[in-house]
C-alpha cells in the first residue's frame, strides 16, 4: 500500500501563489508517476498536471499550463504543485494521486491511478 497526505491549500487572493505538498510513504517502489487532480461539487475529477518519478517529462492540462508547475523530490518522496497567478475558476479540492505503471497516453485519466489522497481545500476569492 501507498499512503498520500497532501499539505498547502488554503484561501488565496486571485492573481496569488500557493504551493502545494503531497508526501508518499509506504511501498512507493511500486509506484512510476505521480498525479495532481483536482475537482468541485457536482462536476467531474479533473487532471491537473503529472510527473514521473525517474527521468524528464512534465504534463499538464491546457488549463493550468504555464501558471502551474509540477515538481518532485526523489529522496523526500514528495510531490510538489506550485500554483501562480490563481484565479477564481481554480478553486476546488485538489488531490494528489499515485499511478504503479506509466504509458504516456493515459497519464490525464483518473481511473488508471492507484493511490490517493484524502485531498486539500484551494480557495482563489477577493
Known amino acids: 500500500q501507498v499512503q498520500l497526505v497532501e499539505s498547502g491549500g488554503g484561501l488565496v487572493q486571485p492573481g496569488g501563489s500557493l504551493r502545494l505538498s503531497c508526501a508518499a510513504s509506504?511501498?512507493?517502489?511500486?509506484?512510476?508517476?505521480m498525479g495532481w487532480f483536482r475537482q468541485v461539487p457536482g462536476k467531474e475529477r479533473e487532471f491537473v498536471a503529472a510527473?514521473?518519478?525517474?527521468?524528464?517529462?512534465?504534463y499538464y492540462a491546457d488549463s493550468v499550463k504555464a501558471r502551474f508547475i509540477i515538481s518532485r523530490d526523489n529522496a523526500m518522496n514528495t510531490v510538489y504543485l506550485q500554483m501562480n497567478s490563481l484565479k477564481p475558476e481554480d478553486t476546488a479540492v485538489y488531490y494528489c494521486?499515485?499511478?504503479?505503471?506509466?504509458?504516456?497516453?493515459?497519464?490525464?485519466?483518473?481511473?488508471?491511478?492507484?493511490?490517493w489522497g484524502q485531498g486539500t481545500q484551494v480557495t482563489v476569492s477577493s
Open positions: 510527473i514521473r518519478w525517474s527521468g524528464a517529462g512534465t
Open positions: 494521486a499515485a499511478k504503479t505503471s506509466w504509458t504516456p497516453t493515459d497519464y490525464s485519466d483518473y481511473g488508471k491511478y492507484a493511490y
Open positions: 509506504g511501498r512507493t517502489f511500486t509506484t512510476s508517476a
